[in-house]
């Protein structure tokens, strides 16, 4: 499934900086085969309805308007109280971030994520 999420993500990413169509096309496909397969109710972790909400907001927001509207909702719930604390989590939220940088949960959580990875350790000195 990791695989899945890579190539998903990096089919979006493609899509949004050159802008050509076949890689969103690619990227739908891709969402409606692993439905197909899994086919069953998912959960969510700690991260997920963010980064579900950027991807699935960037790759078709009128078809997926009711999972959007569920993961904004469990967004606005816990953005206020998330603390990420693994660096990868760390990453991937500011990456969710850039999308909607005008957006309250976004501004919060990029400034926390970078406090936090800044104080991590992290960088290379």
Known sequence: MIKVIKLLTLLVSLYH?????HYLQKARDL????????GRER????L???????????IDPDRFE????????????????LEINQDLGL????WNCQFYPEETWAQQQRKASLRDWMNSGLILQ
Do not use: I
């Not at 009711?66 to 109280?81: F, G, K, S, W």
């Open 91 to 94: 990453g991937m939220m500011l």
């Open 66 to 81: 009711t999972p959007l509207r569920q993961m904004r909702n469990m967004m606005v719930d816990t953005y206020e109280a």
């Open 43 to 46: 959960g969510f972790g700690a």
């Open 48 to 58: 997920d309805h963010f980064h579900g909400f950027v991807v699935y907001s960037l």
């Open 31 to 38: 969402v409606s085969e692993v439905d197909r397969v899994l």
């Open 17 to 21: 900086e050159t802008g050509e169509k």
